[in-house]
């Protein structure tokens, strides 16, 4: 009893002070949560009996204004306590309280999205598309929006996340500083799907096409010096083509960035940067060795018959007692796994594993989770089914079935665990009117159902495809058409007192591109 006396005091001393135990997730500052792109949420509270009472924060507002595709992040240290942040189609970007949903503040006048004039697209309006990322050490946000006006431009931005101000020497036109080899970045032509990602000191934004395989577009990564950004770098596909098309957007292990590109044209029987994991360092730079790009051996088969390695975005994995331990996973249109040793990824080869996983992949992000069991990854396909596979621990690795879910709606997963091997926790939302708009969650090792959608008030609407929600302080936030919608556990979980933030100089507004 005494124990239990000291730890409940040192847990309420912890959020008094701003200190927070070691198994609580907090500040979630970008898409699936790590620059691996594993979607992995340590969270003490998501035990499978409490995840299975889930239900919806009725009091939770949440009200926003436009079409939603991003991840909502969630960060603590504001002025005024824990807050989300959400982006919209409509170039409107939300802060709002964590616990309450109501709006802290908001920019709606970055510039007007586009819905006309684009060769094609499957987006309408297109604004904000990717997920934000938010560097603590500044506090500031980043993101890529596509603006109408005589010319339609790509903007990468940078706001202060406490108040919304756009950062002096803010935004970068992409399309005015992005060259790579004598190919000028047209942002008409290039749609920003993919999660932003920040590396050492550098955001980067990836590119693919409009939905269409539309015009002369190509498969980008621009990056942009946080600290310096007139210091812009590119890369680019040298085929037409080589789009970037997964939620995920820039994968990393922390020093170098992974990509996965999809179908490339008029390539003469050429490698020409398409089907393909590309490995890039800071900048960023691509080496053109190939150790530092993947394409299988098929990958003239996979162009002409449109079926994309690149339809999911990469997932940097480490399986320890394997060999190679140190992985990338791409998953295709081809309904194929691949996975890849990232430290020499071999050129145009065979994988170190690969595996028919059923169905069409493409668009989403993966997940990848370790538990007692063995490491798996997990992924929601074309066939409406959760899918998961385990990764053995041999030399060379292996790629093993483990389970299978039917599941309607094409949504990108997240995972919770307790720690880092226990009561894991896939889940994933119903997405679209082909879905039933409800979250959904399996247990990690066997898929058996843990939260079936809840009743009547879990029922959400607007949810859009490739959507994935995240998990913050014993809650989980999704985000659909003008409705952040929050999700609680019956015992709930303490909001932290808000800790004031250090003073800095203030924000210069920027006008309006």
Sequence with gaps: MRRSIFLVAIFLACLCTGVVPGNAQVNVTQEHNNPSRDG??????????AAANLMRDLSFDGTISGNVYAQPLYIEGAPNGPMIIAVTESNNVYALNA???????????????????????????????????????????FFDALIDGTTIKHFIYSLDVDTGATTLG????????????????????????????????????????QSGDCDNY?????????????????????????????HGGVASDGTNMFVVTGNTFNTAGNWMGGEAIIRLEAGPIWTGQ?????????????????????????????????????????LGKDSN???????????????????????????TSAVAYQTNQ?????????????????????????????????????????????????????????????????????DGD??????????????????????????????IYFGADNKIYAFKLPTGTPTPTPIPPRPRPTPVPRPTP
């Design 40 to 49: 992995v949420y340590i969270d003490a509270a998501f035990t499978p009996s």
């Design 99 to 141: 616990t309450t949903g109501t709006v802290t503040w908001q920019r709606t006048d970055i510039g007007p999205s586009v819905s006309s004039g684009l060769p094609c697209s499957n987006i309408n309006p297109v604004g904000i598309t990717g997920t934000p990322i938010v560097d603590l050490t500044s506090r500031r946000l």
């Design 170 to 209: 803010w935004p970068v036109d992409v399309n005015a500083t992005a060259t790579y080899n004598g190919t000028t970045f047209e942002s008409r032509i290039q749609e920003e799907r993919g999660a932003l990602a920040l590396v050492n000191g550098i955001v980067y934004a990836s590119y693919s096409g």
């Design 218 to 246: 190509h498969g980008w990564v621009v990056g942009v010096d946080i600290n310096s950004p007139t210091n812009v770098h590119a890369w680019a596909t040298t085929a037409v083509g080589g789009g970037i098309w997964g």
């Design 290 to 330: 190939p150790t530092d790009y993947w394409a299988p051996t098929n990958w003239l088969h996979l162009d002409q018959t449109d079926t994309d390695l690149g339809g999911v975005s990469a997932t940097v994995i480490e399986v320890r007692g394997a060999a190679p331990s140190q992985l990338v996973l791409a």
């Design 337 to 363: 796994a691949y996975l890849v040793n990232r430290n020499n990824l071999g050129g145009v080869t065979s994988p170190v594993a690969q595996a028919n996983v059923s169905g069409i992949n493409r668009g």
């Design 374 to 442: 063995g490491m798996y990854f997990a992924f929601h396909n074309e066939a409406n089914a959760i899918r998961a596979y385990r990764i053995t621990r041999t030399t060379p690795p292996m790629i093993v079935f483990a389970w299978s879910q039917n599941q309607t709606g094409r949504g990108s997963p997240w995972v919770t665990a307790t720690d880092r091997t226990d009561n894991t926790i896939v889940w994933v939302a119903g997405t679209t009117q082909q879905g039933d708009q409800r979250l959904h969650g399996y």
């Design 446 to 475: 066997t898929g058996a159902e843990i939260y079936a959608g809840g009743g009547a008030n879990e029922l959400m609407t607007g949810t859009r495809q490739w959507n994935t929600g995240m998990v913050a302080r014993g809650r």
